[in-house]
């Protein structure tokens, strides 16, 4: 296998059309994005601009989430096909902020998953525990029931375009505190042990929380850690690709990654 790590970034409810332009005409420049899976996961409002600034640049566009029907009386909504109509590629599925806010639950979830995967968009299934399943040494099982029904019904084919990313709620955002790296390599070697009794060990298996350009080599010299997921620290184009940057020479030594 010479798999690549998959680098990306969701820019939550942040820039305008002109301020994601901007971004794009930047990061573009960048020679790294040739040795990444990068991708950038801007609101709704700017990802046909996104789309087409990107031109020819290898750089996956994403989608925040989605609704699971083709269309319909669903106010406010944004369905698989007007996704694929902006160029989409990626779908985030199941963030905290959205279970926490905007009623997304497992099922829900496991809904956008298929639906995703029949319009063929790569969803990006997003999990992750509380501060108080951490304190009661509940992560794993927090996490693996959360991937399992995600994909509970799915068939295995199908599901080998899906990327799953590790973001546990107690370490997102300006309140959040990273995870330690001996953290993450159990987490996420539990995901691989399960999804590998499934025949989806190859899935990749993102971290995201506070990732920053300091932490991020300690988070990709980890077995499992097939990528990050970033906020805050690449909500400029320098910044993602620093964070790019420490990824790539934390994962310089791993076999099997190109
Ligand atoms: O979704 C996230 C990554 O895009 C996640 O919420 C992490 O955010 P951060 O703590 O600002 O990196």
Redesign the pocket.
Known sequence: MNARLWI???W?MHKTIAEAEAYVGELTASPLLDRVEAFI?PPFTALAAVHRALGDAPVHLGAQTMHWQDEGAQTGEISPLMLRDCGVGIV?LG???RRASHGETDATVNAKVASALRHGLRPLI?VGDQGDDLDAGASIETVLRQVKLAIKGIDTASLGRALI?Y?PVW???EA?RPAEPAHVAEVHGALRAMLGQRGLAALPLLY????DRANAGALTALANVDGL?????AWTARGFEEVIEAALHGAKDRAGLA
């Open positions: 990306g970034t969701s939550k996961v985030e963030h905290s902020e997003c990313a973001e370490a997102i955002g959040g995201g929380g506070s990732v997921f970033v906020g805050r620290a």
